[in-house]
Nanobody, 122 residues
Framework: QVQLVESGGGLVQAGGSLRLSCVASGRTFSTYTMAWFRQAPGKEREIVAAISWNAGNTYYVDSVKGRFTISRDNAKNTVYLQMNSLKPDDTAVYYC???????????????WGQGTQVTVSS
């Protein structure tokens, strides 16, 4: 069992930056692929970025490429999402997820955090 707790969300102006963190419980964090998803009001939950267990493989949705960076620190059981050049369209609840393989679909992830709100004002 893995428990995930996100933090770092908030209100920021367009063009600003935020760094999200997700701390995982359990000794097996380093074996999991980790991902960030987001869900805006009235929209489906979509993947933002994912990172393999050893950070050797990463994935980004096209809309965040060049602006967001996913990273992990296995010694701290933590995955990060550095978000730069934020846009109002990035406004959503951001969720951390853990799974076995790098997958772009929700079904590929077994454990989820409670989410953290990111609001970008224009």
């Amino acid at each position: 069992q893995v428990q995930l707790v996100e933090s770092g969300g908030g209100l920021v102006q367009a063009g600003g930056s935020l760094r999200l963190s997700c701390v995982a419980s359990g000794r097996t964090f380093s074996t999991y692929t980790m991902a960030w998803f987001r869900q805006a009001p009235g929209k489906e939950r979509e993947i933002v970025a994912a990172i393999s267990w050893n950070a050797g493989n990463t994935y980004y949705v096209d809309s965040v490429k060049g602006r967001f960076t996913i990273s992990r620190d296995n010694a701290k059981n933590t995955v990060y999402l550095q978000m730069n050049s934020l846009k109002p369209d990035d406004t959503a609840v951001y969720y951390c997820a853990a799974g076995t393989f790098v997958s772009t679909g929700r079904n590929g992830y077994d454990y989820w955090g409670q989410g953290t709100q990111v609001t970008v004002s224009s």
